[in-house]
């Protein structure tokens, strides 16, 4: 993979164009079971991959198959990410918390009503009394919960993902 993308970025080259070779042309890379090919040109190639024109896409099943000294790299330089129903501790705590929290407004209403002297008729179906009350009380709390729980990506349905999108500028995360 190394000389792949070295022939990538001498694509940048003067020499590359002046020999007619076509730098305008996009490239899109796709490494399944990405774990398997982590190594120090693969961290360095991520960081300058936009001037070589690669958009690169790394497949791994879990982050626990990703060499812990390349989980930085695969966060970092890989900032749109897409992920499927997985079952892996850390997968599901680390992606909890990249995809943010979110504040949540809960309000909870309680409602009591009394009558006081109260009579019941004996020969009639009828109730009396001297005074009533009504109570309504209402509070409202804020709380910052995760946009997707561990649970949630845990239980997420065939054919569904969870996707953390970089458009240049930002990053959105929504579920589809």
Not at 34 to 41: D, F, R, S
Not at 55 to 60: A, I, K, M, V
Not at 65 to 84: A, H, M
Not at 150 to 165: E, F, M, T, Y
């Amino acid at each position: 993979m190394r000389y792949f993308h070295q022939a990538l970025l001498k694509r940048n080259s003067s020499s590359f164009k002046a020999a007619g070779g076509n730098t305008e042309r996009l490239v899109l890379q796709v490494t399944d079971e990405a774990a398997a090919y982590m190594n120090p040109g693969v961290a360095e190639f991520t960081a300058v991959s936009r001037q070589a024109r690669t958009c690169s896409l790394f497949l791994t099943q879990s982050l626990a198959q990703v060499p812990e000294r390349y989980r930085d790299v695969v966060e970092g330089n890989f900032r749109t990410k897409i992920l499927l129903n997985v079952n892996d501790t850390l997968t599901l705590q680390r992606f909890e918390f990249l995809f943010g929290k979110v504040k949540e407004t809960r309000t909870s209403l309680s409602t009591s009503q009394n009558l006081n002297d109260v009579r019941h008729g004996i020969l009639t179906q009828t109730v009396s009394g001297k005074s009533q009350g009504l109570s309504v009380s209402s509070s409202t709390s804020e709380s910052f919960e995760p946009r997707f729980s561990a649970s949630d990506l845990l239980h997420l349905g065939g054919g569904r993902a969870v996707v953390q999108l970089y458009d240049g500028n930002e990053q959105r995360t929504t579920e589809g």
